[in-house]
């Protein structure tokens, strides 16, 4: 089976701008969960998604949103940016709740 | 809140010679305790895992201990040799919906 792919793989954006992040998890996998990685916070939940519905929910700020395809395809987006939100984001999918987390490659978002 | 704590955030250690890392949890209802290693530069990678049900599970070198009672879990690696130099994360799934939280991560350094 082919992995976890995200789009795009780097990202430069400005302050104020918002952005949009694709995951494309291993097929059959119907749960999606993001996360922002930093040096400093290691990797910080954002939410999950399951069957187009959000399950759970991190502590970001509202700017910070997503949704889930039918076919278990999410995107992430990040309204506003600002310089704190330059980050590696990674999804990770999985078959179900509560078990092995594949993730994918991450997208590398530079916000100047 | 409910999260996990790892310990310590560095470690280096002569190749050859074991490598233990600690995580602690809070929420006494979680059932699935993850392993990640992250290598420089690449995606989160499972290397083992443990359920609630067992107290030890061992895969070559790399082995997990689980004390439920206590409510913390550890990463064994014996015979350390280089390859082995990445940061590991701990997990466990945290709250009503079980969310995988990570602990804050271990920069392991395997010393030639």
């Known amino acids: 089976k082919a992995g976890v792919t995200q789009t795009p793989r780097y990202l430069i954006k400005t302050r104020g701008q918002q952005v949009t992040l694709s995951c494309s998890p291993i097929?059959?996998?119907?749960?999606v969960s993001w996360y922002q990685q930093t040096p400093g916070q290691g990797l910080q939940f954002l939410f999950e998604?399951?069957?187009?519905?959000?399950?759970n929910k991190g502590n970001f700020p509202g700017r910070f949103s997503g949704r889930q395809f039918s076919n278990s395809r999410s995107e992430m987006n990040v309204s506003t940016l600002e310089l704190g939100d330059s980050a590696l984001y990674l999804c990770a999918s999985s078959p179900e709740a509560f078990n092995e987390q594949f993730f994918g490659p991450g997208t590398r978002l530079t916000v100047l | 809140g409910e999260n996990v704590e790892q310990h310590p955030s560095t470690l280096s250690v002569q190749e050859g010679d074991s490598a233990v890392i600690k995580c602690t949890y809070s929420?006494?209802?979680?059932?699935?305790f993850p392993w990640y290693k992250q290598e420089l530069g690449k995606r989160p990678q499972l290397i083992i895992d443990i359920r609630s049900n067992v107290g030890e599970k061992k895969d070559q070198r790399i082995a997990v201990t689980l004390n439920k009672t206590a409510k913390h879990f550890s990463l064994h690696i014996t015979e350390t040799q280089p390859e082995d130099s990445a940061v590991y994360f701990c997990a466990a799934t945290i709250g009503s919906a079980r969310q995988l939280t990570f602990g804050s991560g271990t920069q392991l350094t395997v010393l030639p």
């Open positions: 929420d006494s209802a979680s059932n699935y």
């Open positions: 097929s059959g996998h119907r749960s």
């Open positions: 998604y399951f069957s187009e519905t959000q399950r």
